[in-house]
């Protein structure tokens, strides 16, 4: 009883362990942000439900969305803040696995065999793709360690950094539509029908569960159609050439 009684605040208590105006507070209530308060005599009490909501919303806010469209997502979660903050981490989520490695300058030349500007314009360029990420320490983070594995392996081959970055800016432009083509397809297969249907309540979760879903789908799915076609370009064109070799 006595842990429930700390847990009951009254509106102007509420405002200063969350930081907002008392009269933020009643206008989230008045939009139905916020569920309403236990009122016993002529006392509101607010919960930890009421603290947690208040942190979504702020969260949110921080992410860009209106209040409108925040009460719209809570309505379609039946009110449950938690619901609404596992869909929105789940759009936000990164599709890879992997855990980015700080890298030097430095390691970054040895690696791609080169020093001074050249790297200097190597390390731009990996930028731009979305490689690499500069930190304010001079460091670098290597978004994905198996590119940087992948780029050490084609240096140790003797193929020019420059070369693979070019090739890497190829992989980059088809990637970027097929992301596309499966985000289109959650759009318009999952989410708009959702959405015509007036969001319904309890559907979100579903929502949730098929966009989470969606990652292996398409990196299994882009995986497995780019061992299919690697196969018939190797064949076509070594073909060709062992043809061509024959000939001379």
Do not use: C
Request: glycine letters at 6%; proline letters at 6%.
């Amino acid at each position: 009883m006595a842990q429930a009684a700390t847990e009951e605040l009254t509106i102007d208590e509420l405002a200063r362990r969350t930081g907002m105006t008392v009269r933020n507070i009643r206008a989230h209530q008045s939009r139905g942000l916020l569920p309403p308060p236990e009122v016993r005599g002529r006392t509101g009490y607010y919960g930890p439900e009421h603290e947690a909501r208040i942190e979504l919303i702020r969260e949110l806010q921080a992410d860009g969305f209106k209040l409108e469209a925040i009460a719209r997502l809570i309505d379609s979660a039946g009110g449950s803040s938690e619901e609404v903050l596992r869909f929105t981490r789940a759009v936000k989520a990164p599709f890879e696995n992997e855990q980015p490695q700080i890298v030097t300058a430095e390691e970054l030349a040895r690696r791609w065999g080169g020093a001074g500007e050249p790297a200097a314009q190597l390390i731009k360029k990996a930028e731009r793709l979305g490689i690499l990420r500069a930190l304010p320490n001079g460091r670098y983070e290597e978004l994905s360690p198996t590119l940087g594995r992948a780029s050490a392996e084609l240096a140790e081959l003797g193929i020019p950094a420059e070369t693979a970055l070019k090739v890497a800016e190829e992989i980059h432009k088809h990637a970027t539509a097929v992301a596309k083509s499966f985000v289109d397809l959650f759009v318009k297969q999952i989410w708009k029908p959702f959405e015509d249907q007036g969001q319904p309540d309890h559907d979100l979760p579903a929502v949730r569960d098929a966009l989470e879903r969606l990652r292996p789908l398409a990196s299994d799915a882009l995986l497995a159609m780019f061992q299919l076609v690697m196969t018939e370009a190797v064949e076509s064109r070594m073909g060709r050439e062992l043809e061509r070799l024959q000939k001379s």
